[in-house]
Protein backbone atom coordinates (compact mmCIF):
# COMPACT_ATOMS: atom_id res chain seq x y z
CA UNK A 1 0.00 0.00 0.00
CA UNK A 2 0.88 3.09 -0.81
CA UNK A 3 -1.32 5.67 1.17
CA UNK A 4 -1.56 4.36 5.23
CA UNK A 5 -2.84 6.31 8.40
CA UNK A 6 -0.33 7.63 10.04
CA UNK A 7 1.10 7.06 13.60
CA UNK A 8 -1.72 8.53 15.78
CA UNK A 9 -4.15 6.33 13.58
CA UNK A 10 -5.77 3.07 15.20
CA UNK A 11 -3.10 0.48 14.36
CA UNK A 12 -5.41 -0.66 11.60
CA UNK A 13 -3.74 -0.30 8.44
CA UNK A 14 -0.31 -0.47 8.65
CA UNK A 15 1.35 -3.18 6.73
CA UNK A 16 -1.70 -4.99 6.40
CA UNK A 17 -4.59 -5.62 4.34
CA UNK A 18 -4.95 -9.05 2.39
CA UNK A 19 -0.97 -9.27 3.07
CA UNK A 20 -2.06 -9.83 7.14
CA UNK A 21 -2.85 -8.53 10.06
CA UNK A 22 -6.79 -9.06 9.81
CA UNK A 23 -7.05 -8.98 13.82
CA UNK A 24 -5.24 -5.45 13.94
CA UNK A 25 -7.53 -4.47 10.97
CA UNK A 26 -10.46 -5.30 12.50
CA UNK A 27 -9.42 -4.55 16.34
CA UNK A 28 -9.16 -0.78 14.11
CA UNK A 29 -12.64 -1.10 12.38
CA UNK A 30 -14.15 -1.28 15.49
CA UNK A 31 -12.01 0.98 17.58
CA UNK A 32 -13.38 3.62 14.92
CA UNK A 33 -16.96 3.18 15.33
CA UNK A 34 -17.48 0.27 12.48
CA UNK A 35 -18.44 -2.22 15.43
CA UNK A 36 -22.12 -2.71 13.76
CA UNK A 37 -20.73 -3.38 10.24
CA UNK A 38 -18.19 -5.94 11.51
CA UNK A 39 -20.59 -7.77 13.99
CA UNK A 40 -22.95 -8.08 10.67
CA UNK A 41 -20.06 -9.42 8.45
CA UNK A 42 -19.03 -11.32 10.61
CA UNK A 43 -23.13 -12.80 11.10
CA UNK A 44 -23.25 -13.05 7.52
CA UNK A 45 -19.96 -14.11 6.09
CA UNK A 46 -18.78 -16.51 9.04
CA UNK A 47 -15.27 -17.68 9.10
CA UNK A 48 -13.75 -21.02 7.93
CA UNK A 49 -10.33 -22.68 8.20
CA UNK A 50 -9.07 -19.43 5.93
CA UNK A 51 -9.20 -15.83 7.41
CA UNK A 52 -8.00 -14.39 4.65
CA UNK A 53 -8.93 -14.67 0.42
CA UNK A 54 -6.73 -17.14 -1.04
CA UNK A 55 -8.24 -15.95 -4.37
CA UNK A 56 -8.75 -12.18 -5.96
CA UNK A 57 -9.69 -9.38 -3.31
CA UNK A 58 -13.18 -9.44 -2.35
CA UNK A 59 -13.84 -6.22 -3.56
CA UNK A 60 -13.69 -7.73 -6.71
CA UNK A 61 -17.56 -9.17 -6.36
CA UNK A 62 -19.19 -6.17 -5.43
CA UNK A 63 -17.42 -3.92 -7.98
CA UNK A 64 -18.39 -6.65 -10.65
CA UNK A 65 -21.89 -6.52 -9.66
CA UNK A 66 -22.53 -2.92 -10.06
CA UNK A 67 -20.77 -2.54 -13.22
CA UNK A 68 -22.64 -4.72 -14.48
CA UNK A 69 -25.95 -2.58 -13.76
CA UNK A 70 -27.74 -0.30 -16.31
CA UNK A 71 -27.49 3.54 -14.83
CA UNK A 72 -25.05 2.97 -11.83
CA UNK A 73 -22.36 4.44 -11.23
CA UNK A 74 -19.16 3.09 -8.91
CA UNK A 75 -16.99 4.68 -7.23
CA UNK A 76 -13.87 2.92 -4.98
CA UNK A 77 -11.90 4.11 -1.92
CA UNK A 78 -8.91 2.75 -0.68
CA UNK A 79 -5.41 2.07 -1.11
CA UNK A 80 -3.84 3.14 -5.01
CA UNK A 81 -2.17 -0.20 -5.25
CA UNK A 82 -5.45 -1.95 -3.87
CA UNK A 83 -7.52 0.26 -6.60
CA UNK A 84 -4.97 -0.64 -9.51
CA UNK A 85 -5.51 -3.87 -8.82
CA UNK A 86 -9.60 -3.85 -8.83
CA UNK A 87 -9.93 -1.54 -12.12
CA UNK A 88 -7.04 -4.06 -13.73
CA UNK A 89 -8.95 -6.83 -12.88
CA UNK A 90 -12.84 -5.51 -13.60
CA UNK A 91 -11.62 -4.84 -17.54
CA UNK A 92 -9.83 -7.37 -18.19
CA UNK A 93 -13.32 -9.31 -17.34
CA UNK A 94 -14.71 -6.78 -20.38
CA UNK A 95 -16.48 -4.26 -17.43
CA UNK A 96 -16.04 -1.55 -20.31
CA UNK A 97 -17.39 1.23 -18.05
CA UNK A 98 -15.47 3.77 -15.65
CA UNK A 99 -14.24 3.35 -11.90
CA UNK A 100 -14.31 6.28 -10.35
CA UNK A 101 -11.56 6.27 -7.43
CA UNK A 102 -11.58 9.01 -4.13
CA UNK A 103 -7.72 8.65 -3.14
CA UNK A 104 -6.47 9.53 0.24
CA UNK A 105 -3.58 10.34 2.04
CA UNK A 106 -2.19 10.29 5.74
CA UNK A 107 -3.78 14.15 6.20
CA UNK A 108 -7.21 13.25 4.34
CA UNK A 109 -7.38 9.84 6.34
CA UNK A 110 -6.79 11.08 9.64
CA UNK A 111 -8.58 14.76 9.58
CA UNK A 112 -11.76 13.59 7.89
CA UNK A 113 -11.26 15.14 4.78
CA UNK A 114 -11.27 11.62 3.37
CA UNK A 115 -15.37 11.33 3.81
CA UNK A 116 -15.79 15.41 2.52
CA UNK A 117 -14.07 14.29 -0.27
CA UNK A 118 -16.21 11.47 -1.02
CA UNK A 119 -19.43 13.07 -0.76
CA UNK A 120 -18.11 15.63 -2.72
CA UNK A 121 -17.75 12.98 -5.17
CA UNK A 122 -21.16 11.58 -4.91
CA UNK A 123 -22.19 14.88 -5.06
CA UNK A 124 -20.37 15.39 -8.73
CA UNK A 125 -21.69 12.05 -9.73
CA UNK A 126 -25.20 12.12 -8.57
CA UNK A 127 -26.62 13.43 -11.89
CA UNK A 128 -30.17 11.90 -12.79
CA UNK A 129 -30.20 12.39 -16.05
CA UNK A 130 -27.04 9.74 -15.91
CA UNK A 131 -27.75 7.41 -13.28
CA UNK A 132 -29.82 6.06 -11.11
CA UNK A 133 -27.75 4.83 -8.36
CA UNK A 134 -23.97 5.53 -6.66
CA UNK A 135 -22.27 2.89 -5.16
CA UNK A 136 -19.22 3.90 -2.62
CA UNK A 137 -17.43 1.14 -1.76
CA UNK A 138 -14.57 1.95 1.35
CA UNK A 139 -11.72 -0.62 0.83
CA UNK A 140 -9.68 -2.17 3.89
CA UNK A 141 -8.31 1.38 4.98
CA UNK A 142 -10.80 3.51 4.84
CA UNK A 143 -13.19 0.47 6.53
CA UNK A 144 -10.57 -0.26 9.48
CA UNK A 145 -10.56 3.92 9.82
CA UNK A 146 -14.21 4.36 10.44
CA UNK A 147 -14.84 6.45 7.31
CA UNK A 148 -18.53 6.74 8.01
CA UNK A 149 -20.35 6.10 4.67
CA UNK A 150 -23.80 6.33 6.67
CA UNK A 151 -23.36 9.37 6.88
CA UNK A 152 -23.63 10.13 3.28
CA UNK A 153 -27.48 11.79 1.97
CA UNK A 154 -29.65 8.79 1.19
CA UNK A 155 -30.55 10.74 -2.18
CA UNK A 156 -29.12 13.42 -4.36
CA UNK A 157 -31.16 15.19 -6.83
CA UNK A 158 -32.96 11.99 -7.13
CA UNK A 159 -29.72 9.89 -7.49
CA UNK A 160 -29.94 7.10 -4.85
CA UNK A 161 -26.57 6.82 -2.66
CA UNK A 162 -24.81 3.23 -1.38
CA UNK A 163 -22.25 2.99 0.43
CA UNK A 164 -20.55 -0.24 1.80
CA UNK A 165 -17.89 -1.12 3.51
CA UNK A 166 -16.47 -4.59 1.51
CA UNK A 167 -12.68 -4.72 3.41
CA UNK A 168 -10.41 -7.95 2.84
CA UNK A 169 -11.01 -8.88 6.78
CA UNK A 170 -14.74 -8.83 6.88
CA UNK A 171 -15.70 -10.33 3.97
CA UNK A 172 -13.87 -13.83 3.24
CA UNK A 173 -14.75 -14.47 -0.50
CA UNK A 174 -15.56 -12.07 -3.66
CA UNK A 175 -18.49 -14.27 -3.85
CA UNK A 176 -19.89 -12.73 -0.57
CA UNK A 177 -18.91 -9.41 -1.75
CA UNK A 178 -21.55 -9.82 -4.10
CA UNK A 179 -24.05 -10.18 -1.40
CA UNK A 180 -23.12 -6.86 0.28
CA UNK A 181 -24.02 -5.10 -2.72
CA UNK A 182 -26.66 -6.97 -4.14
CA UNK A 183 -28.34 -6.81 0.01
CA UNK A 184 -28.05 -3.02 0.10
CA UNK A 185 -29.63 -2.50 -2.48
CA UNK A 186 -32.24 -4.83 -2.16
CA UNK A 187 -32.45 -3.14 1.32
CA UNK A 188 -33.02 0.40 -0.45
CA UNK A 189 -35.54 -0.46 -3.03
CA UNK A 190 -37.25 -2.67 0.02
CA UNK A 191 -37.83 0.74 1.73
CA UNK A 192 -38.37 2.55 -1.16
CA UNK A 193 -41.65 -0.09 -2.35
CA UNK A 194 -43.06 0.32 1.16
CA UNK A 195 -42.74 4.51 1.28
CA UNK A 196 -45.08 4.38 -1.69
CA UNK A 197 -45.26 3.85 -5.46
CA UNK A 198 -42.01 2.95 -7.07
CA UNK A 199 -40.61 2.76 -11.28
CA UNK A 200 -42.95 0.47 -13.24
CA UNK A 201 -40.21 -2.77 -13.79
CA UNK A 202 -39.65 -3.23 -17.10
CA UNK A 203 -41.34 -5.84 -18.98
CA UNK A 204 -43.50 -6.54 -16.22
CA UNK A 205 -46.50 -8.07 -17.50
CA UNK A 206 -49.46 -7.31 -14.79
CA UNK A 207 -50.74 -10.15 -12.46
CA UNK A 208 -47.84 -12.71 -13.39
CA UNK A 209 -46.72 -14.81 -10.70
CA UNK A 210 -43.27 -15.00 -10.67
CA UNK A 211 -40.21 -16.25 -8.89
CA UNK A 212 -36.84 -14.94 -8.04
CA UNK A 213 -33.57 -16.47 -9.00
CA UNK A 214 -30.57 -15.72 -6.40
CA UNK A 215 -26.78 -16.07 -7.81
CA UNK A 216 -24.75 -15.29 -11.56
CA UNK A 217 -25.96 -18.55 -13.70
CA UNK A 218 -24.69 -18.95 -17.18
CA UNK A 219 -26.85 -17.39 -19.46
CA UNK A 220 -29.24 -20.23 -20.59
CA UNK A 221 -29.78 -21.57 -17.29
CA UNK A 222 -32.38 -18.62 -16.75
CA UNK A 223 -34.41 -19.40 -19.65
CA UNK A 224 -34.19 -23.37 -19.46
CA UNK A 225 -35.49 -22.55 -15.53
CA UNK A 226 -38.18 -20.45 -17.18
CA UNK A 227 -39.52 -23.18 -19.11
CA UNK A 228 -39.36 -25.70 -15.82
CA UNK A 229 -41.63 -22.81 -14.22
CA UNK A 230 -43.84 -22.48 -17.28
CA UNK A 231 -46.44 -25.03 -17.13
CA UNK A 232 -46.96 -24.24 -13.07
CA UNK A 233 -48.10 -21.08 -14.13
CA UNK A 234 -44.93 -19.07 -13.00
CA UNK A 235 -42.70 -17.26 -14.94
CA UNK A 236 -38.93 -15.56 -13.76
CA UNK A 237 -38.65 -12.38 -12.25
CA UNK A 238 -35.22 -10.48 -12.72
CA UNK A 239 -32.37 -12.29 -10.92
CA UNK A 240 -30.67 -11.45 -8.56
CA UNK A 241 -27.76 -9.51 -8.49
CA UNK A 242 -30.05 -7.28 -10.95
CA UNK A 243 -29.08 -5.55 -14.12
CA UNK A 244 -30.69 -2.10 -13.46
CA UNK A 245 -32.40 -0.33 -10.42
CA UNK A 246 -36.11 -0.84 -11.14
CA UNK A 247 -34.88 -4.52 -11.54
CA UNK A 248 -34.82 -5.00 -7.93
CA UNK A 249 -38.62 -3.95 -7.15
CA UNK A 250 -39.67 -6.67 -9.56
CA UNK A 251 -37.78 -9.22 -7.93
CA UNK A 252 -38.86 -7.93 -4.39
CA UNK A 253 -42.13 -8.55 -5.92
CA UNK A 254 -41.62 -12.47 -6.52
CA UNK A 255 -44.54 -14.96 -4.67
CA UNK A 256 -41.24 -17.33 -4.25
CA UNK A 257 -37.62 -17.09 -3.92
CA UNK A 258 -34.77 -19.38 -5.22
CA UNK A 259 -30.93 -19.21 -3.48
CA UNK A 260 -29.96 -21.25 -6.46
CA UNK A 261 -26.13 -19.87 -4.97
CA UNK A 262 -26.35 -20.36 -1.19
CA UNK A 263 -24.58 -17.41 0.00
CA UNK A 264 -26.96 -14.93 -0.35
CA UNK A 265 -27.55 -13.53 3.32
CA UNK A 266 -27.80 -10.42 3.37
CA UNK A 267 -30.47 -10.73 -0.01
CA UNK A 268 -32.12 -13.40 1.12
CA UNK A 269 -32.79 -11.55 4.29
CA UNK A 270 -34.58 -8.57 2.63
CA UNK A 271 -36.92 -11.09 0.45
CA UNK A 272 -37.73 -12.46 3.61
CA UNK A 273 -38.49 -9.02 4.97
CA UNK A 274 -40.49 -8.66 2.20
CA UNK A 275 -42.41 -11.67 3.47
CA UNK A 276 -41.16 -13.70 0.65
CA UNK A 277 -40.41 -17.77 0.92
CA UNK A 278 -37.14 -18.94 0.06
CA UNK A 279 -36.09 -22.16 -1.61
CA UNK A 280 -32.29 -23.54 -1.54
CA UNK A 281 -30.95 -26.09 -4.09
CA UNK A 282 -31.50 -26.35 -7.87
CA UNK A 283 -32.97 -28.24 -10.30
CA UNK A 284 -30.12 -30.34 -11.06
CA UNK A 285 -30.10 -34.04 -12.76
CA UNK A 286 -33.67 -35.95 -12.01
CA UNK A 287 -33.97 -36.28 -8.24
CA UNK A 288 -33.01 -32.60 -7.86
CA UNK A 289 -35.04 -31.59 -10.15
CA UNK A 290 -37.77 -33.14 -8.88
CA UNK A 291 -37.28 -32.17 -5.16
CA UNK A 292 -36.54 -28.42 -6.26
CA UNK A 293 -39.64 -28.25 -8.81
CA UNK A 294 -41.91 -29.45 -5.26
CA UNK A 295 -40.48 -27.12 -3.17
CA UNK A 296 -41.15 -24.32 -5.49
CA UNK A 297 -44.94 -25.73 -5.94
CA UNK A 298 -45.23 -25.73 -2.58
CA UNK A 299 -43.50 -22.28 -1.97
CA UNK A 300 -45.96 -20.43 -4.36
CA UNK A 301 -49.06 -22.43 -4.02
CA UNK A 302 -48.97 -24.51 -7.40
CA UNK A 303 -51.98 -27.00 -7.39
CA UNK A 304 -50.53 -30.53 -7.14
CA UNK A 305 -52.35 -31.50 -10.57
CA UNK A 306 -49.92 -28.90 -12.08
CA UNK A 307 -47.00 -29.57 -10.92
CA UNK A 308 -47.50 -33.35 -11.43
CA UNK A 309 -47.97 -32.22 -15.25
CA UNK A 310 -44.87 -29.81 -15.23
CA UNK A 311 -42.70 -33.09 -13.45
CA UNK A 312 -44.46 -35.36 -16.50
CA UNK A 313 -43.14 -33.70 -19.04
CA UNK A 314 -39.80 -32.19 -17.94
CA UNK A 315 -38.05 -34.89 -15.86
CA UNK A 316 -38.03 -37.83 -18.93
CA UNK A 317 -36.84 -35.55 -20.97
CA UNK A 318 -33.50 -35.11 -18.28
CA UNK A 319 -33.58 -38.55 -17.41
CA UNK A 320 -32.88 -39.30 -21.45
CA UNK A 321 -29.90 -36.80 -21.53
CA UNK A 322 -28.58 -37.97 -18.90
CA UNK A 323 -28.76 -42.09 -20.23
CA UNK A 324 -27.43 -40.72 -23.16
CA UNK A 325 -24.06 -39.14 -21.85
CA UNK A 326 -23.35 -40.84 -18.79
CA UNK A 327 -20.28 -40.05 -16.81
CA UNK A 328 -17.95 -43.02 -15.57
CA UNK A 329 -15.38 -41.06 -14.29
CA UNK A 330 -13.99 -40.42 -9.92
CA UNK A 331 -14.19 -36.83 -10.13
CA UNK A 332 -12.97 -33.96 -7.26
CA UNK A 333 -14.54 -30.52 -7.20
CA UNK A 334 -13.46 -27.10 -5.80
CA UNK A 335 -14.67 -23.80 -6.42
CA UNK A 336 -14.87 -20.38 -4.98
CA UNK A 337 -18.46 -19.59 -7.09
CA UNK A 338 -21.26 -21.48 -4.92
CA UNK A 339 -22.33 -23.94 -7.37
CA UNK A 340 -19.84 -26.43 -6.66
CA UNK A 341 -22.60 -28.80 -4.34
CA UNK A 342 -24.80 -28.91 -7.17
CA UNK A 343 -22.33 -29.43 -10.16
CA UNK A 344 -20.90 -32.54 -7.64
CA UNK A 345 -24.75 -33.61 -7.80
CA UNK A 346 -25.01 -33.71 -11.70
CA UNK A 347 -22.11 -35.38 -11.92
CA UNK A 348 -22.88 -37.69 -9.02
CA UNK A 349 -25.89 -38.39 -10.92
CA UNK A 350 -24.68 -38.64 -14.34
CA UNK A 351 -22.55 -41.41 -12.98
CA UNK A 352 -19.61 -40.39 -11.81
CA UNK A 353 -17.69 -41.08 -8.04
CA UNK A 354 -17.03 -37.79 -6.28
CA UNK A 355 -15.16 -38.34 -3.06
CA UNK A 356 -14.77 -34.72 -2.16
CA UNK A 357 -16.40 -31.08 -2.98
CA UNK A 358 -15.02 -28.13 -1.26
CA UNK A 359 -16.48 -24.75 -1.50
CA UNK A 360 -15.23 -21.38 -0.19
CA UNK A 361 -18.68 -20.48 0.55
CA UNK A 362 -19.69 -21.01 3.88
CA UNK A 363 -22.52 -23.09 4.91
CA UNK A 364 -25.74 -22.27 4.85
CA UNK A 365 -29.44 -23.76 5.35
CA UNK A 366 -30.19 -22.98 1.33
CA UNK A 367 -27.20 -25.71 0.59
CA UNK A 368 -28.25 -28.55 3.01
CA UNK A 369 -30.73 -30.66 1.29
CA UNK A 370 -27.16 -30.17 -1.73
CA UNK A 371 -24.91 -31.68 1.54
CA UNK A 372 -27.49 -33.95 2.88
CA UNK A 373 -27.73 -35.90 -0.93
CA UNK A 374 -24.17 -35.47 -1.34
CA UNK A 375 -23.34 -37.03 2.28
CA UNK A 376 -25.59 -40.26 1.79
CA UNK A 377 -23.56 -40.97 -1.16
CA UNK A 378 -20.40 -41.01 0.67
CA UNK A 379 -19.30 -37.55 -0.58
CA UNK A 380 -16.98 -35.51 1.55
CA UNK A 381 -18.80 -32.28 2.03
CA UNK A 382 -15.82 -29.03 2.49
CA UNK A 383 -17.40 -25.62 3.20
CA UNK A 384 -14.64 -22.91 3.68
CA UNK A 385 -12.47 -25.40 1.86
CA UNK A 386 -9.10 -23.68 2.01
CA UNK A 387 -6.48 -24.50 -1.12
CA UNK A 388 -4.33 -26.51 0.59
CA UNK A 389 -7.36 -29.14 1.81
CA UNK A 390 -8.75 -29.27 -1.87
CA UNK A 391 -5.23 -30.53 -2.47
CA UNK A 392 -4.83 -32.47 -0.05
CA UNK A 393 -8.89 -34.00 -0.95
CA UNK A 394 -7.06 -34.19 -4.61
CA UNK A 395 -3.93 -36.26 -3.64
CA UNK A 396 -6.12 -38.26 -1.76
CA UNK A 397 -8.74 -39.21 -3.92
CA UNK A 398 -6.30 -40.04 -6.63
CA UNK A 399 -9.57 -38.36 -9.36
CA UNK A 400 -9.79 -39.25 -12.59
CA UNK A 401 -10.48 -35.43 -13.12
CA UNK A 402 -9.74 -32.79 -11.19
CA UNK A 403 -12.10 -29.46 -10.99
CA UNK A 404 -11.10 -26.50 -9.33
CA UNK A 405 -9.58 -23.61 -8.90
CA UNK A 406 -6.66 -22.36 -10.55
CA UNK A 407 -3.89 -22.95 -8.21
CA UNK A 408 -5.48 -26.36 -8.07
CA UNK A 409 -5.26 -27.16 -11.46
CA UNK A 410 -1.86 -26.12 -12.15
CA UNK A 411 -0.84 -28.16 -8.85
CA UNK A 412 -2.77 -31.25 -10.51
CA UNK A 413 -1.18 -30.57 -14.39
CA UNK A 414 1.98 -31.18 -12.18
CA UNK A 415 0.92 -34.38 -10.76
CA UNK A 416 -0.11 -35.58 -14.08
CA UNK A 417 -4.11 -35.30 -13.10
CA UNK A 418 -6.40 -34.27 -15.92
CA UNK A 419 -7.75 -30.79 -14.38
CA UNK A 420 -10.10 -28.40 -15.40
CA UNK A 421 -10.44 -24.60 -14.27
CA UNK A 422 -14.26 -24.60 -12.77
CA UNK A 423 -15.06 -20.96 -13.66
CA UNK A 424 -14.16 -20.88 -17.21
CA UNK A 425 -14.91 -24.62 -18.11
CA UNK A 426 -18.04 -25.45 -15.68
CA UNK A 427 -19.00 -22.12 -15.09
CA UNK A 428 -19.78 -21.43 -18.52
CA UNK A 429 -21.80 -24.49 -19.05
CA UNK A 430 -25.46 -25.02 -18.64
CA UNK A 431 -26.03 -27.03 -15.05
CA UNK A 432 -29.98 -27.28 -14.93
CA UNK A 433 -32.67 -28.94 -16.94
CA UNK A 434 -32.21 -31.41 -19.62
CA UNK A 435 -29.29 -28.83 -20.58
CA UNK A 436 -27.07 -29.39 -17.69
CA UNK A 437 -27.92 -33.24 -18.14
CA UNK A 438 -25.87 -33.53 -21.04
CA UNK A 439 -23.59 -30.65 -20.53
CA UNK A 440 -20.56 -32.24 -18.57
CA UNK A 441 -20.35 -35.83 -19.85
CA UNK A 442 -18.26 -34.34 -23.56
CA UNK A 443 -15.74 -32.84 -21.24
CA UNK A 444 -15.19 -34.99 -18.53
CA UNK A 445 -14.58 -37.93 -21.39
CA UNK A 446 -12.19 -35.35 -23.20
CA UNK A 447 -10.08 -34.43 -20.18
CA UNK A 448 -10.31 -37.62 -18.59
CA UNK A 449 -9.08 -39.46 -22.33
CA UNK A 450 -6.06 -37.24 -22.18
CA UNK A 451 -4.52 -38.99 -18.62
CA UNK A 452 -1.88 -40.81 -20.99
CA UNK A 453 -1.00 -38.09 -22.20
CA UNK A 454 -0.70 -35.86 -19.03
CA UNK A 455 1.60 -39.24 -17.97
CA UNK A 456 3.66 -38.85 -21.02
CA UNK A 457 4.41 -35.04 -20.59
CA UNK A 458 5.14 -35.24 -16.49
CA UNK A 459 8.17 -37.55 -17.12
CA UNK A 460 8.88 -35.39 -20.31
CA UNK A 461 9.39 -32.68 -18.52
CA UNK A 462 10.34 -33.98 -14.87
CA UNK A 463 12.56 -31.50 -12.75
CA UNK A 464 12.32 -28.78 -15.39
CA UNK A 465 11.15 -25.36 -14.46
CA UNK A 466 10.27 -26.93 -10.69
CA UNK A 467 11.20 -24.81 -7.46
CA UNK A 468 14.65 -24.31 -7.64
CA UNK A 469 15.25 -26.57 -11.21
CA UNK A 470 17.21 -24.48 -13.68
CA UNK A 471 14.99 -22.85 -16.71
CA UNK A 472 15.37 -22.35 -20.22
CA UNK A 473 19.21 -21.60 -20.58
CA UNK A 474 20.63 -22.82 -17.94
CA UNK A 475 22.86 -25.89 -17.72
CA UNK A 476 23.22 -26.36 -13.51
CA UNK A 477 21.15 -25.50 -11.20
CA UNK A 478 21.14 -21.81 -10.39
CA UNK A 479 23.33 -21.04 -7.11
CA UNK A 480 21.63 -18.41 -4.87
CA UNK A 481 24.01 -15.43 -4.12
CA UNK A 482 26.08 -16.19 -0.56
CA UNK A 483 24.02 -15.27 2.57
CA UNK A 484 20.86 -14.54 0.99
CA UNK A 485 18.73 -16.89 2.03
CA UNK A 486 19.43 -16.42 5.50
CA UNK A 487 19.26 -12.45 5.24
CA UNK A 488 15.79 -12.75 3.68
CA UNK A 489 14.77 -15.33 7.03
CA UNK A 490 16.21 -12.44 9.28
CA UNK A 491 14.17 -9.91 7.53
CA UNK A 492 11.13 -11.21 7.26
CA UNK A 493 11.62 -12.85 10.97
CA UNK A 494 11.94 -9.17 12.09
CA UNK A 495 8.96 -7.88 10.62
CA UNK A 496 6.61 -10.90 11.87
CA UNK A 497 7.71 -9.52 15.11
CA UNK A 498 7.41 -5.79 14.50
CA UNK A 499 3.81 -6.42 13.36
CA UNK A 500 2.96 -8.42 16.24
CA UNK A 501 4.07 -5.32 18.27
CA UNK A 502 1.96 -3.02 16.50
CA UNK A 503 -0.78 -5.84 16.86
CA UNK A 504 -0.68 -5.61 21.14
S1 LIG B 1 -8.99 -3.90 -0.48
FE1 LIG B 1 -8.59 -5.95 -1.29
S2 LIG B 1 -6.53 -5.79 -2.22
FE2 LIG B 1 -6.79 -4.03 -0.82
S3 LIG B 1 -5.89 -4.68 1.15
FE3 LIG B 1 -8.13 -5.11 1.21
S4 LIG B 1 -8.33 -7.27 0.51
FE4 LIG B 1 -6.29 -6.54 -0.09
Avoid at 332 to 352: D, F, K
Avoid at 354 to 359: C, E, N
Avoid at 479 to 490: A, C, I, L, S, V
Amino acid sequence: MDTLPPKDMPPAAEGSGCHGGRETMEAAARAAGKSETMDRLAKDYPRGPHDQPQSMCPAFGSLRVGLRMRRVATILSGSACCVYGLTFTSHFYGARRTVGYVPFNSETLVTGKLFEDIRDAVHEMAKPEDYDAVIITNLCVPTASGVPLELLPKVINGVRIIGIDVPGFGVPTHAEAKDVLSGAMLRFARLEAEAGPVARPRNMVEGQRTIALVGELFPADPMGIGAMLAPMGLSLAPQTPAREWRDLYAALDAVAVAAVHPFYTASIREFRAAGRPVVGSGPVGVEGTAAWMDAIAKAADVPAAMLDAAKARLLPAIKGAMAAAPIKARITVSGYEGSELLVARLLSEAGAEVPYVGTACPRTEWSDADREWLEARGTHVQYRASLEQDVHAMLDAKPDLALGTTPLVQKAKELGIPALYFTNMVSARPLFGPAGAGSMAGIVAAQTGGRERFARMVSFFDGVGTPDGAGYGFKDKPQDPPGFRERQRKLRAAKAKAEEAVGT
